[in-house]
C-alpha cells in the first residue's frame, strides 16, 4: 500500500505479503469469515529469522516399508525435480518417523528458486540448511532419512494439515508466530485490507507514543 492508501500493485502477491506479517492477516481472514486458516502451531521455522511468502504447490506421500532404495530415492529426486520455481512447496506426509527434508534436497530447491519448503513432518542436516539461508519450517527434527521408509505419492492435489484444506495455487504467508494459507479466490482483498490494517496500526502506534490514552486511540482508529 503506497502513501495515497492506494494497492502496490507492480509487486507480486507474494511480494507485498513479503511486507506483512501473519499476526495482521489472520485478523483480515477472521473479519472476512475465514477464522480457520492457520496450520498447527507445532509446524516451527528452523530459523525464526525466517518469512515465507508466495504460491502454493502441494505435495503429499505416505510410510512405505516395502519400497526399496532404489525406487523410494527415485521418487524423491522425482519430488524435487517437479517443485516448481517461485512456489512454496507444503507437504503432507502422513508420516511421523523420518525426515522429508535434508541437505542435499534443500540445496536443489534453493538453486530451483523455491521460495521455501513447509512440512507436516521431520527435517535433517539442520545446520547446513540454515547455513545456505534456505526457509524451511518442519514439526521435528530426525537423522532417519526416507530410504526405503517413504514415498511421495501425489503433486499439485488438495491435501489437509491440521483443520486446514490447501489447494495448489493458494498463498501462504509463514512467520515465527505460525502459517497462515490464503485461499486464492480472495487472495488480492486479504492483502489489500492487511495492508490498511497495516497503516491503521502505524497510526495508532504514532498516537500511543505521543501519549494519547489506549481507549481513545482504540475509539479513534478502530484497531488495536
Excluded at 511468502?53 to 517437479?82: M, Q
Excluded at 513447509?118 to 537423522?143: H, M, Q, S, W
Aim: proline share 4%; net charge neutral; aromatic share 8%.
Amino acid at each position: 500500500m503506497d502513501a495515497d492508501n492506494k494497492p502496490n500493485t507492480k509487486l507480486s502477491f507474494s511480494d507485498r505479503l513479503q511486507q506483512c506479517y501473519t499476526g495482521a492477516v489472520y485478523d483480515v481472514l477472521r473479519a472476512m469469515g475465514y477464522p480457520d486458516q492457520v496450520l498447527p502451531y507445532n509446524i516451527n521455522p528452523l530459523n525464526i529469522h525466517h518469512k515465507i511468502t508466495g504460491t502454493v504447490f502441494t505435495i503429499e506421500g505416505k510410510r512405505n516399508n516395502t519400497i526399496s532404495e532404489y525406487d523410494s530415492l527415485l521418487k524423491w529426486c522425482e519430488l524435487l525435480s517437479r517443485a516448481p520455481s517461485g512456489h512454496v512447496i507444503i507437504c503432507q506426509p502422513h508420516d511421523t518417523t523420518v525426515a522429508h527434508m535434508g541437505e542435499l534436497s534443500a540445496e536443489t530447491l534453493l538453486h530451483k528458486e523455491v521460495r521455501g519448503y513447509i512440512v507436516d513432518g521431520g527435517c535433517r542436516d539442520t545446520a547446513f540448511i540454515e547455513k545456505i539461508n534456505f526457509p524451511v519450517f518442519c514439526k521435528y527434527l530426525t537423522p532417519v532419512d526416507v530410504v526405503t521408509k517413504w514415498e511421495a505419492t501425489s503433486f499439485a492435489g488438495t491435501i489437509v494439515i491440521g483443520k486446514v484444506k490447501i489447494h495448489t495455487g493458494d498463498y501462504v504467508i509463514a512467520d515465527r508466530d505460525g502459517i497462515v494459507i490464503i485461499p486464492l479466490a480472495i487472495v488480492e482483498e486479504v492483502i489489500n485490507q492487511t495492508e490498511k490494517v497495516l497503516q491503521t496500526e502505524n497510526r495508532v502506534r504514532t498516537a500511543i507514543l505521543k501519549g494519547v490514552d489506549p481507549v481513545e486511540a482504540y475509539k479513534r482508529y478502530g484497531k488495536f
